[in-house]
């Protein structure tokens, strides 16, 4: 499944203002049930609410993010919203933005979860899983192909089981990768809504794997928990991979604490 490619405005007002005619139909489309309709009817009216009560404040910046925000609710795929999500994740003043389309993500995600738990547990499956759903969902392919796995060795126990090609191994990397990229995701967007303890649980992989971003913010939840000493740890692994806020919020953390602490900062 191929995302709006951005700037996504403009493509996702013509959506608005086109209607439904021109999309796709079938497994590219996340459900026609009555209950995503009303559930994603329910999103667009208190979208519709917060863009009046933009253009009210004369904020044209702040309204056409609305509008988008909008638009991308209206349609039916699911990257553009991962897309948005993963552009704005360190946007504080689109926090109230990125929940709604967080959520809306994440229950995308998993009606097509639910639709493939129905599905056989074959390597045929796994790929249409993988083609229009790996980019927003990689958690979601990765438990399918758990389920593949668990079907094949329990076919191999009458047969002899086909090794593991090099396509496969590319794709488990691929997977990988995927769930790497959306752990970083999460961490950055759930440090922007203040959700704290999901940033602190999203944040501890990519951090732990180098991100220096990730890194900084788990240096500020250890903060904000008083947790002095981990804190310095995390700033300063940030600040060696170039944050350079965590440098400047590591030295300011060194000179108050004085002393042996500020030299085991540096």
Known sequence: MRPLTRPLF???????????AALPSGDAIVTSSGEWLSRTGEAIGAQRERLAERFSRDDDDLAAQEAEVEALLAQPWIDPLTDFLEANAGEARLAESLVILSRERDRRCAAIAEEYAERPASREALARYRRGYLHSCPADVN???????EEEARLAAVST??????EDESESRREAQAMARRDASDCYLYFTIRNLQQAREACAAPAEQGDARAQHHM?????????????LGWLRLAADGGDDSAAARLEQLSRAGGGETAEAAR
């Not at 438990?143 to 796995?149: E, K, M, N, S, T």
């Not at 500020?220 to 804190?231: D, F, H, N, P, T």
Request: hydrophobic residues 45%.
């Open 10 to 20: 403009p493509m996702a007002m013509a959506l608005l203002l086109g209607g439904c």
């Open 143 to 149: 438990a399918f192909h758990a389920r593949v796995r």
């Open 161 to 166: 089981p086909a090794p593991e090609s090099r």
């Open 219 to 231: 240096g500020s939840l250890a903060e904000l928990a008083g947790e002095r000493e981990e804190a």
